[in-house]
């Protein structure tokens, strides 16, 4: 049997499984859109159904094919999030009792608009589990900080057994993510600005506040150790201060548990991960 349609027939079957709920006729479509997503490498309906055809997975015309699959994107019936929440709820109780890491990051959608979203953190990707669209701007106000809080009570309830890791870049980090993580008992493993501020405690007590960028400013240097960071909503954290000489700049990364090569190395994890593209598959969806 051709391994194109071998794949199908699984992923049909799987699908059937995994979405008890949902209409026969609308999961077989469902499936039918993300398996053309995987031969296509796009969430374009037209490409979709080229590859369809031409993979043999249908017998009907580009046309029909392409028709069916709009039909089911234009389908108020398809209700996504109790579609989403349910496939969640099949698939990660593989991760109970287990230390997870996840990823919250944005990506570009066109010049007007920016999608947020939280992930799994699995080898070399990012499986995304929530998401939301937000005005594309450089300053965060409270409501979106609300809307991030929100995706991360939408997941919380299937790693309730799990020992979470959030890990963000530069762009995110900042007391209102640390204070949400805290309100949900994860840890957390953020990368901050150099210019940042922060007081060190050594050995004769804590230092005068002063910029991240400070602690180190040459390639080849590091620092470990405790902080108080922040003049503004001060916290007391760890901070794992490096700059590897293969990099450009310093890491500067804020931790609830102490410092040391091996925070920079889970952070490294994230700095592997190719640039997710589901999120906005799902979007068009």
């Known amino acids: 049997m051709d391994a194109s349609i071998l794949l199908w027939e699984k992923w049909h079957q799987q699908v059937k499984e995994l979405l008890p709920g949902v209409h026969g006729h609308q999961k077989k479509t469902l499936a039918l859109i993300v398996v053309g997503i995987i031969f296509s490498g796009t969430a374009v309906l037209q490409r979709i159904a080229e590859s369809l055809y031409l993979q043999g997975i249908s017998s009907a015309k580009m046309i029909s094919i392409e028709r069916r699959l709009a039909r089911f994107v ?31 990051d944005c990506t570009p959608c066109g010049d007007h608009a920016s999608i947020v979203y939280l992930g799994l953190l699995v080898h070399s990707r990012v499986l ?9 701007q450089e300053v965060w106000d409270q409501g979106q900080w609300e809307l991030v809080g929100q995706m991360f009570d939408e997941v919380k309830p299937y790693l309730a057994s799990c020992d979470c890791t959030l890990i963000a870049d530069r762009g995110l980090s900042g007391a209102p993510l640390v204070k949400a993580c805290r309100d949900r008992k994860w840890h957390y493993l953020l990368r901050i600005n150099q210019v940042h501020t922060c007081r060190r405690w050594m050995r004769l007590g804590w230092t005068d506040w002063c910029a991240c960028g400070q602690v180190i400013h040459k390639a080849g240097q590091q620092w470990f150790g405790r902080v108080l960071l922040w003049q503004d909503k001060t916290i007391a954290t760890y901070l794992s201060a490096v700059w590897d000489e293969e990099h450009r700049e310093a890491w500067f990364l804020i931790f609830d548990q102490p410092a040391g090569w091996r925070r920079v190395q889970e952070y490294r994890l994230r700095m592997r991960v190719e640039s997710p593209t589901g999120c906005a598959t799902r979007l068009t969806l």
Request: charge should be positive; hydrophobic fraction near 55%.
């Open 74 to 104: 234009a389908n108020g019936r398809v209700q996504v999030t109790p579609v989403w929440r349910a496939f969640l709820s099949q698939v990660l109780p593989y991760w109970h009792g287990k230390a997870v890491r996840l990823v919250l």
């Open 128 to 136: 995304p589990l929530a998401w939301r669209v937000m005005p594309l």
